[in-house]
């Protein structure tokens, strides 16, 4: 397993207009960082870069796990070599039954050797293993009939990203807003599944604006990010003065008057 992962100077355009200007960041297996930031600062380019999104352009700077440069490998080679991510907003895959999706997924992680065509892991085994994780997450068992994220209400979504990351044991993991949309016993439910999940041996960088999700995550560090920089870092108490304070001081502080402005009219909109 991987033991860490690190970001240096990152530059990541969309459609040629820059979003990300220079991001620092290194997360060790085993820790949990919140990444938080008004909307629009860029914390979802991020997480799309970390794992390859190819509408995302890395312009300059590095991503490396360990000593393998990530900006050299396609997002099916990062997932292998032991990240995930949780998407915002997950696509559906009309035709595509969950279960099988999981299989396929689960099977190419664990063995990535695997080559088109050739055997999955065992129908009966595979079954006793999601069925253990569905009841583990409350998921009812005819949810992994159902096309991925076909119709699935915004929780159901959340869920399924959770239950993906259980099966496939990620050594980092990036959760972007896993609780959006999640009423307060199933942002509950979520946060205790990712901390069993992760525990001492999964990196975890939780985008989020709630403290809820960090409730059983507490996270070791905190990071803010706004236009596109991570502009403080800090301990555990930072994400709690944010979710308590929103990021009047952040804006203040570090933005520029136009990101003031936007914030403004965002605000009255
Ligand atoms: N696929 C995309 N196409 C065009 N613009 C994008 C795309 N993804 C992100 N952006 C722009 O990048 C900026 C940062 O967005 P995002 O990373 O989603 O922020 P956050 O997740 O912090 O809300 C925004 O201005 C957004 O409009
Ligand atoms: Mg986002």
Redesign the pocket.
């Known amino acids: 397993m991987a033991d860490i992962l690190k970001i240096t100077d990152l530059h990541v355009s969309?459609?040629d207009?820059p979003?990300l200007k220079g991001v620092d960041l290194t997360i060790r297996r085993g820790e949990t960082h919140a990444l938080m930031?008004?909307?629009?600062?860029?914390?979802?380019?991020?997480g799309l870069a970390i794992m390859g999104h190819p509408?995302y352009e890395v312009t300059s700077g590095q991503i490396m796990l360990d000593d393998v440069d990530l900006l050299e490998l396609e997002a099916d080679e990062r997932a292998k070599a032991g990240l995930f991510m949780a998407f915002?907003r997950p696509t559906s895959i009309p035709g595509v039954k969950l279960a099988d999706f999981l299989r396929h997924a689960t099977t190419n992680i664990r063995r990535p050797e695997r080559k088109e065509g050739e055997d999955l892991i065992p129908m009966r085994e595979f079954r006793k293993e999601l069925r253990e994780k569905m009841d583990h997450l409350r998921m009812n068992a005819d949810f992994a009939r159902r096309y991925v994220n076909e119709g699935f209400s915004g929780g159901e979504m959340k869920r399924a990203e959770i239950l993906q990351m259980a099966m496939l044991r990620p050594s980092f993991a990036v959760l972007?807003e896993t609780d959006s949309g999640l009423d307060v016993d199933a942002v509950r439910l979520a946060s205790e599944s990712i901390a069993e999940i992760g525990g001492k041996d999964m990196g975890v960088l939780i985008?989020t604006h709630h403290d809820k999700l960090l409730e059983h995550n507490r996270p070791d560090v905190t990071h803010v990010?706004l236009d596109g920089r991570i502009v403080e870092t800090g301990g555990p108490e930072l994400a709690v003065e944010l979710h308590q304070n929103g990021y009047d001081r952040i804006r203040a502080k570090y933005g520029d008057e136009s990101s003031a402005l936007a914030a403004a009219a965002t605000e009255e909109g």
């Open positions: 969309v459609e207009k979003i930031g008004p909307n629009g600062s860029g914390k979802s380019t991020l509408r915002q972007d985008i990010m």
